[in-house]
């Protein structure tokens, strides 16, 4: 039956001939109704990536290639665990294949170690130009100021403070900045007034221990404890003379902390030695100080 011969529909919609882009009339959208009630899906957010400025790119990529280069991994060393970066890892590889006739990886070890050592060898030469030049320019300055009675000109470091090391390069034995020479006057009045301490306190040892010996304890521990002190302040902040006669090196953390424990083993508290060893410990006491009288009177 053709289209022509059916009979209207009875809603009073015109039949049309349905195909692409003509629905059957139920199917049609409803004047006035949506035709997705349930709204528009959202989206999944998309989380942006955290890119850096692109001025900043190459920093960000130098930042990950270094942080891979001394990545620490677990090696083996025949039966040992070793702990390397990954870049000494690399090289150790390339060294060891060298070793066992790789003659391009022998060739290419061969020309790092060669820049390498170029590379540092420029740099110790600037650095020794750069030191010499201020030493020399501050010592004029001093000079200059000296011969016109003017007061010496404040310099950070001393250029007396600026000394070769045993391997040549100039090495700075005194304070860097103002901030760190107020700091090491702090530290260096504090070992004088140590001193004092230990001298009032050996006196009293030797006369008020004699009438009441329970108060022996007291004082000998009261000179332990103010020694231990000085010895650590003058190894951290030495005087102009010792440092720069002995070519003072500045001490790391670890160093003062193993310094202190050495000093507590060494110097021990009046419970914890004999009779013999409190006497042999005041002695000692006595010649550093006769010697530190030395020291100061030069």
């Known amino acids: 039956m053709s289209l022509e011969d059916s009979e209207p529909p009875h809603n009073g ?31 999944n957010k998309r989380v942006s990536p955290n890119i850096p400025p692109p001025l ?29 970066s990954a870049v000494e890892a690399v ?21 790092h170690v060669e820049k390498a050592e170029t590379r540092r060898r420029t740099q110790a030469i600037e650095f020794i130009d750069t030191a010499n030049k201020y030493k020399a320019e501050a010592i004029e300055a001093i000079e200059f100021a000296q011969s016109r ?19 040549g390069m100039p090495v700075t034995v005194g304070p860097r900045t103002a901030a760190e020479l107020a700091h090491w006057k702090k530290l260096q009045q504090r070992a004088i007034d ?3 301490t230990i001298r009032d306190n050996l006196a009293s040892w030797k006369s008020k221990a004699k009438r009441d010996a329970g108060l022996k304890p007291f004082f000998f521990n009261e000179i332990v404890y103010e020694h231990r002190i000085r010895l650590m302040l003058r190894f951290v902040a030495p005087d102009e003379c010792t440092r720069r006669a002995h070519r003072y ?50």
Do not use: C, M, W
Not at 61 to 76: F, Q
């Open 91 to 111: 090289y150790r590889s390339l060294a060891l294949a060298g070793l066992k006739g790789n003659r391009l990886a022998a060739k290419t070890f061969v020309e």
């Open 149 to 167: 009675g003017l007061p010496e000109p404040k310099l950070y470091p001393h250029p007396d403070d600026i000394v070769p090391g045993d391997d």
């Open 249 to 298: 090196r500045r001490p790391n953390s670890n160093d003062i902390n193993a310094f202190v424990v050495a000093n507590k083993t060494k110097y021990r508290l009046h419970d914890d030695l004999t009779e013999a060893g409190r006497h042999k410990f005041i002695r000692e006491i006595e010649q550093y100080d006769r010697d530190l009288r030395k020291h100061s009177n030069r």
């Open 13 to 43: 919609v015109v039949a049309y001939e349905v195909g692409y882009r003509r629905p059957p009339p139920q199917h049609r959208f409803k004047k006035g109704t949506s035709g997705n009630p349930s709204g528009r899906p959202k989206a």
């Open 56 to 84: 900043a790119d190459h920093l960000a990529i130098d930042s990950v290639l270094l942080g891979e280069a001394y990545r620490p991994v677990l090696l083996r060393e025949g039966d040992k665990p070793v702990t390397l």
């Open 194 to 196: 140590a001193d004092g």
